[in-house]
C-alpha cells in the first residue's frame, strides 16, 4: 500500500469531481437552446442533442465546425441539459423526431420497442457507414448491442475502452491505519472493529470526535448505483451489475433478485450493526451527492471520513486529502469462508443507445455523413475528450495525449465535461490507438487493480448478467417496469428503516413472501428467458 501511495504522491494534486460518475448516478441529460454552428456548405441536418449542464455550447467546439465541413452539412442543433424526459415523451408522441438524437439512453429500448418505426433501420445502411461497420467488426458485443429484438439497428453504441471494469472502488484512509497502528481490514469483522478504532481514537488528530467512519453514496427511490454498500454484496460471492440497480445478477446460470436473497439480509443487519455503534455518517439517508462528495474532502489536510466508495481517490476525497487513502480489495464476509470474493461488473466501456436517426429525414444521404464521421478516429477522439489543440494532443495518424486543462481553475474530468460531450457522444475510440490518458481516468485505471483478481476468478458468461445485451419485448419491458414499481415501493424503504432502526431478521420472512407477491419471481423468469436467449446466442 505504501508504495502505490508512494506513486500517487508524484502526481500533481487535482480536483477531480468526475463528472461521469455523477451522469451515472443522477443522469446526466435533460433544458435546452437551438444553435446553429453553420461549418458546411451542404444539406440542413437538425441534431438533439442530450448535454451534462457543464457542456458549453456546441457552436464553441471546433471539432463541430470540422464535422460539418468534411460531411458537407449544416447542422441545427437543439441542445438539451435538463427535462428531457418530458420532453421526450410529447416528441415521440407526435412522430416528429430530428434527423438525429445523440445522448447515453436519450432514446431507451423501451421507446424504441413503442415507436420503433418512427427511426431509421441503421442496419441497411451500413454501405454508407463505414465507421460504424468497423465498430462492429472490431468491438465484441457492439453489433449484438445495437441490434433490436427483430432484428433492426435502431440505435448505436459508444464504445470509449479504457474504463475499468468498475466504476466503484473501495477506499480506507491508510494514514488513519498508521496513526492507529492497525491492519487494512479484510473481512466485515474486522472492518467493524477498524471502524470502531476510527470513531473513538481520533485518527486525524485534532482533537475532535468529528471523523465520519464509514459514509456511503445517497440511495434513491428506484434500486441502486454506484458508490452504495451493496458492494458488499461482492464479500459474499455475489457478483451484482452496475451498483445493484433492480436487484437481478446472476448465478451459475441461474438469475435470481438479491432483493430476497439471505445474502441481501446479511448485508443490510451488518450495516445496522455499523449503524447501531455509530460508525455510519447520521446524515447517509439524508444527504445529496454534492454533500456527500464535500464531507469526504475534509478541511485542509485533514481528513473526515474512513471508509467509503468512489471513482478515484483524488475525485471522491479532494486535493488535500486524498493521498491519505488506499484503494482496497473486496473484503470477505467472514474468516475462512468458501466463496471467493465478488465486485460490481460494469459494463462502462460499450454502452447502448447512444446514437438514433429519424426514418423520415429529408436529407438520408447528408445525414448518414455526419454519423459516420461521428464514428471516425479524430471525431470520436474529440467528442469524448475534446478538441485537438487545447484538450488533446495528435501526435501521430494513431497516437493522441489528452492534455491538462488549459484553465487551471479545472481538474481534468471538469474540464472535459465542460469542453466536449464527453461520455454523452455517439463514438469509437480504436483498439489500436495509443492514449495518453488524463490523470483522473489514469488513476480510476490504478485503483481497480485491488479488484482485479475477483475478475479473474470469475466466469462472466455464468455469473455476470448481461443488461446491456439484452433486449426485451415492449410487453415484458412493461410488465417489468410496473413491478419494479411496486418491489421498489416497498424493498427501499425497507432498506433505510432497517439499517437505521432494525428489524430485518423479524420482517425477512414476510418481506420475501410480500415482494414475491409484488412481482420478484415473475421478473425472475422473464430475465431468466432472455439470458438464456443470450447464452444460446453466443
Request: aromatic fraction near 10%.
Amino acid at each position: 500500500m505504501s508504495q502505490h501511495r508512494s506513486a500517487r504522491s508524484r502526481k500533481a494534486a487535482v480536483t477531480v469531481a468526475f463528472m461521469a460518475t455523477a451522469s451515472l448516478v443522477l443522469s446526466a441529460c435533460g433544458g435546452g437552446g437551438d444553435s446553429d454552428a453553420g461549418g458546411g456548405d451542404g444539406n440542413e441536418v437538425t441534431i438533439l442533442v442530450t448535454k451534462h449542464p457543464l457542456t458549453k455550447p456546441m457552436s464553441e467546439m471546433a471539432w463541430v465546425k470540422e464535422l460539418e465541413e468534411k460531411a458537407d452539412v449544416t447542422i441545427r442543433w437543439e441542445e438539451v441539459s435538463a427535462d428531457w424526459d418530458q420532453k421526450k415523451n410529447p416528441l415521440l408522441a407526435a412522430g416528429d423526431v430530428p434527423d438525429l438524437i445523440i445522448g447515453p439512453n436519450a432514446i431507451t429500448d423501451s421507446d424504441l420497442a413503442t415507436f420503433g418505426t418512427l427511426f431509421e433501420d441503421l442496419g441497411d445502411d451500413m454501405d454508407a457507414l463505414p465507421n460504424v461497420q468497423a465498430m462492429f467488426d472490431e468491438v465484441d458485443g457492439a453489433e449484438a448491442m445495437a441490434t433490436s429484438l427483430e432484428g433492426p439497428v435502431y440505435s448505436l453504441p459508444s464504445y470509449k475502452r479504457f474504463w475499468p471494469q468498475a466504476i466503484t472502488h473501495q477506499y480506507i484512509n491508510q494514514q488513519w491505519l498508521d496513526t492507529l497502528g492497525l491492519e487494512t481490514p479484510t473481512t466485515w469483522d474486522e472492518l467493524f472493529d477498524v471502524l470502531v478504532a476510527f470513531k473513538e481514537g481520533d485518527p486525524n488528530g485534532n482533537g475532535q470526535a468529528d471523523e465520519i467512519p464509514l459514509d456511503f453514496s445517497p440511495v434513491g427511490t428506484t434500486g441502486f448505483g454506484y458508490f452504495q454498500p451493496t458492494a458488499l454484496l461482492g464479500s459474499t460471492g455475489m457478483t451484482i451489475s452496475g451498483g445493484g440497480g433492480s436487484g437481478i445478477f446472476v448465478e451459475d446460470g441461474t438469475v435470481a433478485n438479491f432483493f430476497v436473497d439471505e445474502r441481501y439480509k446479511d448485508v443490510v443487519a451488518f450495516l445496522n450493526q455499523c449503524w447501531e455503534a455509530g460508525l455510519i455518517s447520521e446524515e447517509a439517508f439524508t444527504q445529496d451527492y454534492s454533500t456527500y462528495q464535500s464531507v469526504a474532502r475534509g478541511t485542509g489536510d485533514q481528513a473526515r471520513v474512513g471508509f467509503s466508495w468512489g471513482w478515484s481517490g483524488s475525485d471522491r476525497f479532494g486535493p488535500g486529502v486524498y493521498e491519505q487513502y488506499a484503494p482496497m480489495a473486496p473484503l470477505m464476509a467472514e474468516a475462512g469462508q468458501s466463496e471467493t470474493p465478488s465486485w460490481s461488473y460494469d459494463y462502462e466501456n460499450l454502452t447502448r443507445n447512444h446514437l438514433t436517426m429519424s426514418a423520415q429525414a429529408a436529407n438520408k444521404d447528408a445525414v448518414l455523413r455526419v454519423v459516420n464521421e461521428l464514428y471516425s478516429e479524430d471525431t470520436s477522439m474529440q467528442e469524448l475528450f475534446g478538441d485537438i489543440g487545447p484538450n488533446v494532443e495528435k501526435v501521430s495518424d494513431t497516437e493522441y495525449k489528452v492534455l491538462p486543462p488549459a484553465d487551471t481553475n479545472l481538474d481534468p474530468s471538469t474540464w472535459k465535461w465542460t469542453s466536449s460531450l464527453a461520455d454523452n457522444g455517439a463514438f469509437y475510440i480504436r483498439e489500436d490507438a495509443t492514449v495518453e490518458l488524463p490523470a483522473d481516468l489514469a488513476e480510476a485505471v490504478e485503483d481497480a487493480v485491488p479488484l482485479q483478481p475477483a475478475f479473474d476468478a470469475l466466469d462472466v458468461d455464468a455469473n455476470v448478467w448481461p443488461g446491456p445485451f439484452i433486449k426485451m419485448s415492449s410487453e415484458d419491458l412493461s410488465t417489468i417496469s410496473l413491478n419494479n414499481t411496486a418491489i421498489f415501493g416497498v424493498a427501499m424503504p425497507k432498506f433505510a428503516e432497517w439499517i437505521t432502526s432494525g428489524g430485518v431478521e423479524e420482517q425477512w420472512d414476510d418481506y420475501v413472501t410480500q415482494l414475491e407477491g409484488l412481482g420478484v419471481t415473475q421478473n425472475d423468469e422473464l430475465h431468466q428467458k432472455y439470458y438464456d436467449d443470450y447464452i444460446a446466442s453466443k
